[in-house]
């Protein structure tokens, strides 16, 4: 069944080389206890490896039952050393960190038997070893003889034709010797059993056939074979081995196991880059989810301002210049305008408004290019508040707006800081900033002084008037005090703020329905100077801008006729957004770097585990693991150092996300400020485990490549 044909092997030495087995021609019998004996460097273990498909023959031919192995290739002798051969070394070569059964049933894992039959058939195997109780016992917790048992009873569990001992008692007691040599004996009943030994005695006493061998030439065979016709070689595949991916992150998973400590920090190292990057996502994430939810709910306050002439965006961000201050209280800032209304005559435009926008808007509020004519008297003296629409800038008279603010969201919208009951239909709101202040015009309009603290019951039922058109002249002074009892009185009856500091309203005096349906029942001919579109929510907002864009767009459609518009809370969230998504691209930056050090650290530890591994990959290698199995072994190590590293990244980021939102919640008003999304997580365990497989690509290729004989002699 076993042939070598004029076999030789070389080793070379400084590119020299030197012959160690010299035209061996030998024959096995199918059943057979055959012994190889002979002096420490004849050549036998070498032989040995050459028959078990380890190690490579130069010259010559190794025949199974009549088949070459000339055109063998890789895949071919582990598929040999799978089927057909079972090693019993003298250091027993067991996986220390696995147990006994797992040792045993490795071999039909990599044959691709379902877990269930193995581990049968391992138990079994094991019972007839005498090992029944030791089935679930790591290596170290067993005699020498038991862990010989148990390298016999992997030799076996494959069922191969060929048993093969190096030195199988070389490091037993005589009398576990006895039992070990008897086991074999009865073994060789049905097999054939080649063992390499330097005790001649031991030889003798077992064995049915001794062959001596001595500087590689084989000098006497007790019961040689001869030799079967060379034309009845020929060449058979076997089949394939392959160990499965799940196997191979069962040996790295227990070999993890078995270095907790280690496993452990090189975990937590590996995660503090994961945890810096977690953190800044999460900051983002949560600041997302605050600007968009600002905008939801603040959009009411700032409506969509819609003008024929573009946004002037410097008066916007220099808004606050010329500040007028007072010391505590109400009064305050003195902001500009952001652009300049012109008419809107557009046809066209106005047909849209009112066939498509106002269908969409929960109301459109229309303003009409009057002259304000807001009027109080204080003191006698009468103090005037108008706004022309053709002003190139708006001066401090905004301060008396020119729209209304619907109580609607007066009330659910906006902090209601002070509110007085009142009967009088014509009613006005004052909006206060942050800091609970107002413009000094305000106040002075009102008849209060600035420069102080004003007390809220002041300022609640002050009242001014509006004039009727065919009463007001600006320049009449005297027209004006004499028709000045006669006009409609407006009362304020409400302060109100922003919800928030990032949204701000213009502080100044607001006023309800019934003054604008009041003023402009007295402009019917007026041409419309602007518009103010309060829409239903975020959704409906959006479709108005698509619609106002798809008009700019139509064909024909000249830049005169072009209409633009102003989302103040859009473009506040935009500019907070724009810089957090700034500052979270620099911490990413930061964070990657340590992520990118971690991951060559796990790339070292990988190394690390192959250089302590070197005899397992040797035993892997022996009992018909591939070379893209060791790799897969240690990739699997690499990525379940990833996946551990990644998941306990995000389980921290997890716990001190509370600690950071609960540090934030006072300065943005916002409970959960940090919190990680789950496709981030899910992004981020992916990363850290593509990393470390990257970084353990080199080792495993190494591991890969380490030669199983050399392997199997690593202490």
Not at 340 to 363: C, G, R, Y
């Amino acid at each position: 069944m076993l042939n070598i044909i004029n076999l030789s092997k070389d080793y070379y030495v400084d590119n020299k080389p030197i012959r160690v087995l010299k035209n061996l021609d030998i024959e096995f019998r199918k059943n057979e206890f055959v012994a190889i004996v002979g002096p420490s460097g004849c050549g036998k273990t070498t032989l040995l490896n050459i028959i078990g498909g380890l190690d490579r023959y130069t010259e010559g031919d190794l025949v199974i039952d009549n088949v070459t192995t000339k055109n063998y290739k890789d895949s071919d002798w582990d598929s040999y050393r799978n089927h057909r051969i079972g090693f019993v070394f003298q250091s027993y070569n067991l996986i220390s960190h696995l147990s006994v059964l797992n040792n045993v049933e490795l071999a039909l894992t990599i044959s691709g038997i379902g877990t269930k039959e193995r581990r049968a058939k391992a138990k079994e195997i094991l019972i007839q070893v005498g090992l029944e109780e030791h089935l679930n016992k790591r290596p170290n917790q067993l005699s020498g003889g038991q862990m010989q048992r148990v390298a016999i009873a992997r030799a076996l569990i494959n069922d191969p034709n060929i048993i093969l001992a190096d030195e199988p008692t070389g490091a037993l007691d005589s009398e576990t010797s006895v039992e070990v040599m008897d086991l074999l004996k009865n073994i060789s009943k049905d097999k054939l059993i080649i063992m390499v030994t330097h005790n001649e005695s031991l030889a003798k006493k077992y064995s049915n056939r001794t062959v001596s061998l001595l500087d590689g030439v084989i000098t006497n065979d007790t019961n040689p074979v001869k030799r079967g016709k060379e034309d009845n070689i020929v060449i058979e595949k076997t089949k394939k081995t392959s160990m499965s991916f799940f196997t191979a992150l069962a040996l790295s998973f227990k070999n993890l196991l078995t270095k907790k400590a280690r496993t452990a920090l090189t975990a937590f190292a590996g995660s503090i880059g994961i945890i810096g990057i977690a953190l800044s996502l999460s900051l983002k994430n949560g600041f997302d989810i605050y600007l968009k939810k600002l905008e939801s709910d603040n959009f009411d306050t700032v409506p969509l301002e819609v003008s024929q002439t573009a946004i002037d965006l410097t008066s916007l961000m220099n808004n606050g210049s010329d500040q007028e201050e007072v010391t505590n209280g109400v009064g305050g800032y003195d902001p500009v305008s952001s652009f300049k209304p012109n008419d809107l005559t557009s046809v066209a435009f106005q047909e849209l408004m009112n066939n498509q926008i106002k269908k969409t808007a929960e109301s459109v509020i229309e303003l009409y290019s009057y002259n304000s004519r807001f009027v109080n008297n204080v003191d006698n003296e009468l103090i005037i508040r108008y706004r022309r629409a053709q002003a190139m800038i708006l001066d401090p008279n905004i301060y008396i707006s020119q729209t209304y603010a619907p109580e609607s969201f007066i009330n659910t919208k906006l902090n209601v800081v002070a509110k007085k009951d009142s009967s009088n239909p014509y009613q006005a709101y004052i909006f206060v900033n942050q800091m609970g202040r107002v413009p000094n015009s305000v106040l002075e309009f009102l008849g209060l002084p600035t420069g102080s603290v004003i007390e809220y019951n002041d300022i609640l039922g002050k009242t001014f008037k509006v004039y009727q058109k065919a009463d007001f002249n600006e320049k009449d002074l005297d027209l004006l005090n004499a028709k000045y009892d006669d006009q409609v009185s407006i009362e304020v009856t409400s302060i109100v703020s922003s919800p928030s500091k990032f949204i701000a309203i213009t502080p100044g005096i607001y006023f309800n329905e019934s003054v604008k349906e009041y003023i402009l029942t007295d402009e019917p001919s007026s041409e419309i100077g602007g518009y103010l579109i309060y829409p239903k929510g975020i959704e409906n907002k959006n479709e108005i801008k698509a619609l106002i864009n798809a008009f700019n767009k139509e064909d024909g459609r000249i830049e005169s006729e072009k209409i633009t518009f102003l989302d103040s809370v859009e473009l506040s969230v935009e500019v907070v957004g724009t810089l957090t998504d700034s500052v979270s691209v620099i911490l990413i930056a930061f964070s990657a770097i340590s992520l990118f050090v971690s991951s060559v650290m796990i790339g070292i530890i990988t190394y690390t585990s192959v250089l302590e591994r070197t005899k397992e990959i040797g035993v892997l290698r022996s009992i018909g693991s591939r070379k893209k199995d060791i790799s897969r072994v240690f990739n699997a190590e690499g990525i379940m150092l990833g996946f551990i590293s990644g998941t306990l990244g995000v389980a921290l980021t997890l716990l001190i996300n509370p600690i950071i939102s609960n540090i934030l919640e006072p300065l943005v008003e916002y409970e959960g400020i940090s919190r990680l999304n789950i496709t981030h997580a899910i992004f981020l365990i992916i990363i850290s485990v593509v990393l470390t497989l990257i970084a353990g690509f080199i080792p495993s290729k190494i591991a890969a490549k380490k030669d199983p004989v050399v392997a199997l002699r690593t202490e």
